[in-house]
């Protein structure tokens, strides 16, 4: 089946330095989203790709979706205190439903 | 406030017990999900309805029992759980079940099963 892989597990930044995340599909992908969760909270939608090479931006954050459409990644420039959480990427390729990678927790140390 | 709101957000139950999670969404959805949370796991899907029809069970044990009256409202029954169930239960909604719609979660329900 369908699988979806999320690297790195952890990361630990200092504020003000910028962070990845990546996310890499085992199939072609007919598009991907984006979700983060705060500490104790639930998974918010942030963000959804659907076209080859896409590149999106919400403020620091900055979303790209691969050309071939089976990666994408998540970039955060000079990270603050605020940005703490983890960050799922969700996607589908033939399946209905969206299928997550186990995320990335990001810590920033003041 | 997501709209999408689960009852209760903790629930601590033996594993003789039965218990009911509750979940209501008042964003107009047709879809509506159960997903399970663990330490250092992603996210797993267990159920998905749409339009009150339940199109996926995902090898979810029978001891956890789906129930949607309407589009609204969808219930997990817990019944002779194991501690290893113990988990952050996620509802979810979409305006239907596609994977390019937004999904909607809930803030949880916390099981822990003693």
């Known amino acids: 089946g369908q699988q979806v892989m999320q690297i790195p597990q952890y990361q630990h930044v200092q504020e003000g330095e910028d962070f990845t995340t990546y996310c890499n599909s085992s199939?072609?992908?007919?598009?991907i989203q984006w979700y983060k969760q705060r500490p104790g909270g639930h998974p918010v939608f942030l963000i959804q790709l659907v076209k080859s090479g896409e590149v999106k931006k919400q403020k620091r954050l900055t979303f790209q979706f691969g050309e071939a459409k089976k990666n994408s990644s998540l970039h955060i420039t000079a990270t603050q205190t605020t940005d703490v959480g983890t960050y799922f990427c969700g996607g589908s390729g033939s399946a209905r439903q969206l299928t997550f990678g186990s995320g990335t927790q990001l810590t920033v140390l003041p | 406030e997501t709209g999408v709101t689960q009852t209760p957000r903790h629930l601590v139950m033996g594993m003789t017990n039965k218990k009911s999670l509750k979940c209501e969404q008042h964003l107009g959805h047709n879809a509506m999900y159960w997903y399970k949370q663990s330490a250092k796991k992603p996210l797993e899907l267990m159920f998905v309805?749409?339009?009150?029809?339940?199109?996926e069970n995902n090898s979810v044990p029978s001891r956890f029992s789906p129930e949607c009256p309407n589009s609204s409202h969808l219930f997990l029954h817990l019944h002779t759980l194991q501690p290893e169930d113990s988990a952050l239960y996620l509802c979810?909604?979409?305006?239907?079940?596609?994977?390019?719609?937004?999904?909607?979660f809930g803030e949880g329900s916390w099981l822990t099963v003693v």
């Open positions: 199939t072609t992908l007919s598009n």
């Open positions: 979810a909604s979409s305006q239907t079940e596609s994977s390019g719609n937004t999904i909607y």
């Open positions: 309805y749409n339009f009150k029809e339940q199109t």
